[in-house]
C-alpha cells in the first residue's frame, strides 16, 4: 500500500534556484529513502536518513526527517536542468525488514 | 554503473499473448527481488516479492496466476504476464539490493532496472 503523501505534486522552477519537495508517512520506520526517477526509466538512489537522524546532506541535497511530524524534505540547491526528473520518498517501516512503500512523487521541471 | 538489468526495455503484444520480463542482477547475487508497477504520473505499486528458491509473495489484489513469477536463480527472476490484456498495459519495474547483513537490510538501498513498458494491443 502506498502510505506516503508528498507535495507538490509538480514543481517547475528556473535553473539556479532551490528545490524544495514534501513526504509524509503514517506508519514508524526504519529510515527514509528519497529515489529519483528520469522519465520513462528505474529510479537512482539519492539519500537515506535513519529514524534516528533529523538532517543529512549529499552535495547539493540536503533531506531533513521529523518523526514527530512523519515527515520529510529534500531541497535541491542550486537546480540544474538536468534536475528535471520525478522525486519519490520511500520509507522502511519498523515491522517490514524488506519492503520500501513509495510515496506519491513530485515532478520537478527546472527550466534553463 | 548499472547493477540491475531489465529486459526488454519495451514490448508490444496482442492480446491474448504472454510476455516475459527478466530481472538480473549484474554483480552480485539477490535472494529477494521486487517486481513493482506504475501508471502514468503515478507511483510505484508494489506487486510481488521474488524469492529465491521459493514462491513469490504477492501483493493483496495481484493475481498470482495473471502474473508468473520465477527466481530460479540468485541473478535472475522473471515476470511472465499471461494471456495479456490492454488493461495490462504499464511500465514494469524490478530492483533488488546487495546482500547485507539482515540487521543492515533496512539500511540498504534499492537498485532499479530501467523498467519494461508494455503495451497490449
Known amino acids: 500500500s502506498q502510505q506516503g503523501e508528498e507535495d507538490p505534486q509538480a514543481l517547475s522552477i528556473q535553473e539556479g534556484e532551490n528545490a524544495t519537495m514534501n513526504c509524509s508517512y503514517k506508519?514508524?520506520?526504519?529510515?527514509l529513502q528519497w529515489y529519483r526517477q528520469n522519465s520513462g526509466r528505474g529510479l537512482v538512489h539519492l539519500i537515506l536518513?535513519?529514524?534516528?537522524?533529523r538532517e543529512k546532506h549529499s552535495g547539493r541535497l540536503r533531506v531533513t526527517l521529523d518523526t514527530s511530524k512523519k515527515s520529510s524534505s529534500l531541497l535541491i540547491t542550486a537546480s540544474r536542468a538536468a534536475d528535471t526528473a520525478s522525486y519519490f520518498c520511500?520509507?522502511?517501516?519498523?515491522?517490514?525488514?524488506?519492503?520500501?512503500?513509495f510515496g506519491s512523487g513530485t515532478q520537478l521541471t527546472v527550466l534553463p | 554503473g548499472a547493477v540491475v538489468s531489465q529486459h526488454p526495455s519495451r514490448v508490444i503484444c496482442k492480446s491474448g499473448t504472454s510476455v516475459k520480463i527478466e530481472c538480473r542482477s549484474l554483480?552480485?547475487?539477490?535472494?529477494?527481488m521486487f517486481w513493482y508497477r506504475q501508471f502514468p504520473k503515478q507511483s510505484l505499486m508494489l506487486m510481488a516479492t521474488?524469492?529465491?528458491?521459493?514462491?513469490?509473495?504477492?501483493e493483496q489484489g495481484v493475481e498470482k496466476d495473471k502474473f508468473l513469477i520465477n527466481h530460479a536463480s540468485l541473478t535472475l527472476s522473471t515476470l511472465t504476464v499471461t494471456s495479456a490484456h490492454p488493461e495490462d498495459s504499464s511500465f514494469y519495474i524490478c530492483?533488488?539490493?546487495?546482500?547485507?547483513?539482515?540487521?543492515?537490510?533496512?539500511?540498504?538501498?534499492?537498485?532499479f532496472g530501467n523498467g519494461t513498458r508494455l503495451t497490449v494491443t
Open positions: 530492483s533488488a539490493r546487495r546482500p547485507v547483513a539482515s540487521r543492515f537490510r533496512h539500511n540498504s538501498p534499492l537498485h
Open positions: 506508519t514508524s520506520i526504519n529510515n
Open positions: 536518513i535513519r529514524s534516528n537522524e
Open positions: 520511500a520509507t522502511a517501516d519498523s515491522g517490514s525488514a524488506r519492503q520500501l512503500t
Open positions: 554483480d552480485f547475487q539477490a535472494t529477494t
Open positions: 521474488s524469492n529465491e528458491g521459493s514462491k513469490a509473495t504477492y
